[in-house]
């Protein structure tokens, strides 16, 4: 098999600033997206259908077969050198805490595959097969048929916090405890290395030290 050079798919840590994209061995070659609205019957008297009552939309889910292949690599390598870095993304992080009962849980990741396209997830189920060994049970062949479950209504994203965007399409953001600028940079604009034009944006003197419940404004990239 060989991979499609011109765009390589890609899952990365959302919430792991400075992490690297964990590049798929062979892009996929389907993947289907899935989502639902919710639907409730409202009380009827003397009808034989109810009247339908919309009560919100649910999380889009993708799914996606990806497969690994090391048998014809040098050395013919592990291929689980390769799968378990998608399954540590399934794994809970002591780091990454929910804002409200600071018990920590698995990252946020970016599905991304070309310049057109991306989807903010999390990993919600990942089944691994493996279908081709060595003489001595290494496995050198597998696939992962991986569920992602929206986090972010594209939609929203020009607007990604507490408060509304503001003039020129900038995006406004409330400090937390906790954050830096590097962090902020990150979740905002998807570069930790750009914490500079934040702090360039806000005419901040101490980078260093932010006060919780600050707002920044996040600048277009």
Same mark, same amino acid.
Not at 94 to 101: G, Q
Not at 107 to 133: C, D, H, N
Not at 158 to 175: A, C, D, F, I, L
Not at 203 to 208: A, D, H, M, Q
């Given at each position: 098999? @060989? &991979?499609?050079s ?7 840590? @959302?919430?792991?600033? #400075?992490?690297?994209?964990? @590049? ?19 009380e009827?008297?003397?009808? &034989? ?6 009560? #919100? ?7 996606? =077969? !990806?497969? *690994? ?49 991306? *989807? ?10 493996? %279908? ?5 049970? %290494? ?5 992962l ?11 929203? =994203?020009?607007? =990604? ?6 003039? #020129? ?12 600028? #590097?962090?902020?940079? *990150? ?15 806000n ?7 932010l %006060?919780?419940?600050?707002? !920044? ?5």
């Amino acid at each position: 098999m @060989k &991979n499609d050079s011109r765009a390589i798919a890609s899952i990365k840590n @959302k919430d792991k600033p #400075g992490s690297q994209p964990i @590049k798929c061995m062979f892009n996929p070659k389907e993947y289907s997206l899935s989502k639902q609205a919710t639907w409730k019957e409202g009380e009827t008297t003397a009808q &034989n259908v109810p009247q339908l009552e919309f009560s #919100g939309g649910k999380s889009q889910i993708l799914t996606m =077969q !990806l497969f *690994f292949d090391t048998y014809e690599a040098k050395g013919n390598k592990d291929v689980r050198l390769h799968t378990n870095k998608i399954l540590e993304l399934l794994m809970v992080e002591e780091k990454v805490k929910d804002r409200k009962n600071q018990k920590g849980h698995p990252p946020r990741v970016l599905f991304s595959w070309g310049s057109t396209w991306t *989807f903010e997830a999390v990993i919600t189920t990942i089944k691994q097969t493996f %279908t081709l060994f060595l003489a001595n049970g %290494t496995p050198v062949r597998a696939t992962l048929d991986v569920t992602f479950q929206e986090v972010k209504d594209i939609k929203e =994203q020009p607007k =990604q916090n507490p408060t509304s965007g503001g003039v #020129g399409g900038e995006r406004m953001y409330r400090v937390q405890a906790g954050d830096t600028l #590097g962090l902020i940079s *990150f979740r905002e604009l998807g570069d930790a290395t750009l914490w500079r034009s934040i702090a360039d944006a806000n005419r901040l003197t101490n980078v260093r030290e932010l %006060t919780p419940g600050t707002v !920044l404004v996040i600048p277009n990239e």
